[in-house]
Nanobody
Framework: QLQLVASGGALVQPGGSLRLSCASS????????IGWFRQAPGKEHEGVAC????????NHADSVKGRFTVSRDNAKNTVYLQTNSLKAEDTGVYYC????????????????????????WGQGTQVTVSS
């Protein structure tokens, strides 16, 4: 399983913005569709957004559509999640992971379930939205 490291989380006020980054310490990411996930306290991992290996296509969960944008720079071996208009309910630990299939909301859900049950989540980054 490709191990990825998420970074860029912080404490922000409601309405604020953060750019999260996802990187691999060794392997190249350009062959993989990558998903962003989050886990709120006491809840299961939730798929947030994903992007195809080329970056041409992306999908966002309804809960973040219009506020979050996923992108990637394969030359920098990094995937980003721009989070705007943050709300308290966006609070959680954010993770990134390679998808077990093409980028879609269904694949996000399946990947979250599979990684939780059979794999391990890489290093996440804490996002706290609070005044």
């Amino acid at each position: 399983q490709l191990q990825l490291v998420a970074s860029g989380g912080a404490l922000v006020q409601p309405g604020g913005s953060l750019r999260l980054s996802c990187a691999s310490s060794g392997s190249s990411l350009d062959r993989y569709a990558i998903g962003w996930f989050r886990q709120a306290p006491g809840k299961e991992h939730e798929g947030v957004a994903c992007i195809s290996s080329s970056g041409i296509s992306a999908n966002h969960a309804d809960s973040v559509k219009g506020r979050f944008t996923v992108s990637r720079d394969n030359a920098k071996n990094t995937v980003y999640l721009q989070t705007n208009s943050l709300k308290a309910e966006d609070t959680g630990v954010y993770y990134c992971a390679a998808l077990f299939g093409p980028c879609s909301i269904e694949t996000l859900t399946n990947t979250a379930r599979t990684v939780t049950e059979f794999g391990s989540w890489g290093q996440g980054t804490q996002v706290t939205v609070s005044s």
